[in-house]
């Protein structure tokens, strides 16, 4: 038997440790200038191009991509008192190419995450990392860098152009507009996120100081010297031993293509530069009014012929099927992010078969629907209309209310048209109307806790519409009804059939009574009887108030909630606008900040009496929860007595 020499035995073992030693510095710090080859986990629709580009989402409505490195990075946060323990940094260069332009697109996350398990995320405003549910939860352990391009109200975000640093939530601890800071000129100028253009950005975590900056700057630029955000925060209660560093994007109604073009990550120290001349380029776009000679001119000529003729045959072939004839028009294709085809929400309802039908009021019926291409749950509404009657105008606004972004508003996802019907297509809501729960026994009883919860979701809703978004929306249909349930059982408010939009500071004149009854409403009553808010009143002024709280909760309720309440809708049902509480005023009695004020016995100032009164009129119309007691007062005997006394 031949021994091995010595030396043998220390190469080999050498080669070992090194080999070793590689893949631990590769755990922790990598460098990539391009995607070809590297340990990346792909989700959702994100994919890597033959060039080594990687591609988090596409013009596909409502998907999410991510792309985060496929083994974990041990921060160690447990096992070591050393501040550098924490400390990390990572270069990076992405781009973000909206499908319209000057149309914002969804913007793109950088998270630190202990899982790449995302199931439950939702997409859109929540950057497929969080969904309703775990938003703010401390258990999450996320930390994530958002570049926002949609302005998100909801999360109190900056603009719609802005950086933010989020911990465990979608809202930010901090956030900026985003600019850079020219080195040589020594001022900061803007960045434009949805330009389509590839920029830098930096983020950088001192564990000595408990600092974490975040910088960008053009792909053309050095890094500045200066960093966009810097904020002081302890990140040892956020990263665990163990974490993954990655990217995630989301589309919604409005899409757009999200590319990460390089990057560098260091556990441990500055991330290595990235080399710009080596990242591999953007998709081309397409640009108008491009010179073309000779052979091209010929080409150009032969695609444009058999274009149009695909174009032909395909219009003959949707003429014959006239079950998926759509009214399509040129001032509609500013809206296009904001149109379905008609042909996908028939086949999302089944052809919209009485089997998917959610339910039916005045203005049409309702449906569920499953969308082909991203198997989303959708609510459909189906309206009729008058394809010659202020057309563009209504579609104007359903495109304005598909910007509207609260957690309490049942998301208008967008539209589509046929002849003489109008199909508007809304996120679904798996527990349906309140009104189910309140007045019918489909549903199980809901508690005080979550009637509360509703009530204030519901407020908050209607301050945003009012103060809160770029016009003053009145929603003039509020009910039961028109309150939909998300599946965590918040109150959601929908339908906008009768909304109506302002200018801030405009006069909000109303020139006729609107709205549709509510439950339970007996349009043929007794001459004695008398709706809801009277009866309160009555019991108010006995000092029974609590008497009228409905009976099915037991008594189980807090006093003091169910006294504000009652009281609080007797303010806001006064005949003089004036006196009424604003929906800020609202919302600050709910959260306790502000007391209720003392209410005057007054029956002419409160209630129905004196029905042709302005308020009385219109409240009685859109009361929700009118119900008829026995008294001697006048009542009303038809829908036809409301609408007479107009406004």
């Known amino acids: 038997m031949t021994s091995t020499p010595v030396s043998l035995y220390f190469l080999i073992l050498l080669h070992v440790c090194l080999n070793h030693l590689a893949m631990a510095v590769d755990e922790n710090q990598f460098t990539y200038n391009g995607f070809k080859r590297a340990n990346i986990h792909l989700d959702g629709i994100a994919k890597i191009h033959s060039n080594g580009l990687l591609q988090l989402t596409n013009f596909s409505k409502n998907q999410i991509g991510r792309a985060f490195y496929q083994h974990p990075i041990g921060f160690n946060t447990s096992s070591s008192t050393l501040p550098q323990a924490l400390s990390f940094s990572t270069h990076f260069v992405f781009a973000i190419v909206p499908e319209i332009t000057k149309l914002r697109a969804h913007g793109i996350a950088f998270a630190i995450s202990p899982s790449m398990d995302f199931n439950q995320a939702l997409g859109k405003q929540y950057f497929g990392l969080l969904n309703v549910s775990s938003n703010g939860l401390p258990s999450n352990h996320l930390l994530a860098i958002e570049f926002d391009s949609i302005l998100n109200p909801e999360f109190n975000d900056t603009n719609n152009n802005h950086v933010g640093i989020d911990v465990n939530s979608i809202a930010s601890n901090v956030s900026a507009t985003v600019t850079y800071y020219s080195n040589r000129e020594r001022i900061n100028r803007s960045l434009e996120l949805v330009s389509g253009s590839p920029m830098q950005a930096w983020i950088e975590y001192d564990g000595f100081e408990n600092v974490l900056n975040v910088t960008l700057a053009p792909i053309t630029r050095p890094k500045p010297d200066q960093s966009l955000l810097s904020t002081h925060i302890n990140l040892s209660s956020i990263l665990l031993d163990s974490m993954y560093v990655g990217f995630s994007a989301a589309t919604g109604v409005v899409t757009g293509n999200h590319y990460i073009l390089g990057w560098s990550f260091n556990k441990s120290g500055k991330a290595q530069g990235l080399k710009i001349s080596e990242l591999p380029s953007l998709p081309h776009r397409r640009k108008a009014g491009l010179g073309i000679t000779g052979l091209g001119i010929t080409v150009s000529v032969t695609i444009v012929a058999i274009g149009l003729t695909i174009t032909i045959a395909g219009t003959l072939y949707m003429l014959r099927r006239k079950k998926y004839e759509e009214i399509r028009e040129d001032w509609e294709r500013e809206y296009g992010p904001h149109r379905f085809s008609y042909k996908d929400l028939f086949k999302a309802t089944r052809g919209f078969i009485d089997e998917e039908l959610l339910g039916a009021g005045g203005f049409g019926k309702v ?124 109150g959601r408010l929908g339908d906008f059939g009768l909304a109506r939009l302002y200018d801030h500071g405009a006069n909000l004149k109303t020139t006729h ?84 004020p003392e209410i005057i016995h007054d029956s002419t100032s409160i209630g129905t009496i004196g029905l042709c009164n302005e308020a009385s009129s219109e409240f009685v119309m859109s009361l929700p929860s009118s119900s008829i007691v026995k008294s001697s007062t006048p009542s009303i005997s038809s829908t036809e007595s409301i609408l007479t006394c107009g406004r």
């Open 513 to 596: 009574v609107v709205g549709t009854i509510g439950k339970p409403i007996q349009l043929q009553q007794s001459p004695d009887a008398v709706v809801l808010v009277d009866w309160v009143f009555e019991k108010w002024k006995e000092g029974a108030i609590l008497d009228t709280s409905d009976p099915r909760l037991g008594g189980d309720y807090l006093g003091e909630e169910m006294e504000l309440v009652l009281k609080l809708g007797l303010l806001c049902s006064k005949s003089d606008a004036a006196t009424r509480p604003s929906m800020r005023q609202v919302m600050q009695y709910l959260d306790g900040d502000v007391l209720l």
């Open 367 to 490: 449906y569920r629907g499953v969308l082909p291409s991203s198997k989303e749950q959708v609510a459909v509404k189906k309206v009729s209309h008058d394809s010659k009657q202020g057309m563009k105008e209504f579609v104007a606004e359903i495109a304005s209310m598909g910007r509207l972004r609260h957690r309490n508003l049942v998301q208008l996802l967008g539209y589509s048209r046929r002849k003489g019907e109008l199909l508007l297509v809304y996120d679904y809501m798996p527990n349906g109307s309140l009104d189910k729960f309140l007045f019918s026994n489909e549903k199980p009883s809901l508690d005080w806790a979550q009637r509360y919860r509703i009530i204030r979701g519901v407020a908050s809703a209607l301050l945003y519409l009012h103060e809160e978004w770029d016009q003053v929306i009145l929603h003039r249909d509020v009910k039961a009804s028109n309150v939909l349930l998300d599946a965590d059982l918040n």
